[in-house]
Nanobody
Framework: QVQLVESGGGLVQPGGSLTLSCKAS????????MNWYRQAPGTGRLLVAR????????DYADSVNGRFTISRDNAKNTMTLEMRSLKPEDTAVYYC???????WGQGTQVTVSS
């Protein structure tokens, strides 16, 4: 059974930092590109960042490029999103996604507010 479990969300002030994690199980983690998406209230789910199976290739949405860093540890079946210089517009539910059967986690809330 495929499972993706996000953690690390919370409330942070503008300009602050937060690190999200996604623990994967039920498939060969290193074989699949992994993605972080986010969904703000009243909007669709948007791709934030993605990382190739080996971790050698990453892509970012323009809105987060230079502030967010995606990484993975294939030995631990874990993907991480380091978020810095957070802005109120980064507020959303963040989801972990695998291209294996287009699997999704349950999401973790990130709120950026003073």
């Amino acid at each position: 059974q495929v499972q993706l479990v996000e953690s690390g969300g919370g409330l942070v002030q503008p300009g602050g930092s937060l690190t999200l994690s996604c623990k994967a199980s039920g498939f060969t983690f290193m074989d699949y590109t992994m993605n972080w998406y986010r969904q703000a209230p009243g909007t669709g789910r948007l791709l934030v960042a993605r990382i190739s199976g080996t971790g050698s290739h990453t892509d970012y949405a323009d809105s987060v490029n230079g502030r967010f860093t995606i990484s993975r540890d294939n030995a631990k079946n874990t993907m991480t999103l380091e978020m810095r210089s957070l802005k109120p517009e980064d507020t959303a539910v963040y989801y972990c996604n695998s291209l294996f059967r287009n699997s999704w986690g349950q999401g973790t809330q990130v709120t950026v507010s003073s």
